[in-house]
């Protein structure tokens, strides 16, 4: 199967705080623990300006369709956000439930990499959960090693949690 993403419209919030929040009981990939409203994400949407933060919405290629499936989302988001780092940026992968582990994160990996230097980021980080086991094997996949680890930072239902930055120079 192949698959394509385009810039997302405001139309397709709220199907992204959707996807977003199916991620949220399984405590492996949101430190968010009660689901997000489409309000809420307003601003963050908003902050994401195509020619250089883009939020980007995957579809399948052969979707004709006058409003085609989202099967996922892709963002890049700011690091620390000051000016010296705009060249990093971390991406965010989200799958819909019933999509995932069908090639949609190689998919959308593969793109936001090959996209980077068109908008002047040269290293691209991903913040995982060490027990996202899943995510962590997809970045080293592609490249990415382990740059940081913030031991027991997150504590989700009582227990804590390790967050992982990997990281990855593309340009």
Do not use: C
């Not at 919405?57 to 892709?74: C, K, N, Y």
């Not at 890049?76 to 971390?90: D, I, K, L, Q, V």
């Not at 949609?104 to 290293?123: C, F, K, M, W």
């Amino acid at each position: 199967m192949s698959f394509r993403h385009r810039i997302a419209s405001l139309d397709d919030l709220p199907t992204i705080v959707a996807i977003y929040n199916s991620t949220i009981a399984s405590r492996e990939v949101t430190a968010d623990t009660e689901p997000v409203s489409v309000e809420s994400r307003l601003n963050w949407f908003h902050e994401h300006q195509p020619e250089k933060r883009p939020l980007w919405v995957i579809e399948r290629a052969d979707d004709t369709s006058a409003s085609p499936e989202i099967l996922g989302w892709i963002s890049y988001s700011n690091f620390y956000g000051r000016p010296a780092y705009s060249g990093t940026a971390e991406v965010s992968i989200y799958i819909a439930e019933q999509w995932r582990g069908k090639g949609i994160g190689r998919y959308a990996l593969t793109q936001a990499i090959a996209h980077a230097p068109r908008i002047a980021v040269h290293t691209v980080l991903g913040f995982i959960f060490g027990h996202n086991n899943a995510s962590l094997a997809l970045f080293r996949q592609f490249g990415f090693e382990e740059w940081a680890n913030f031991p027991r930072v997150a504590n989700l239902d009582g227990v804590e949690r390790d967050l992982i930055i990997l990281g990855k120079r593309v340009g």
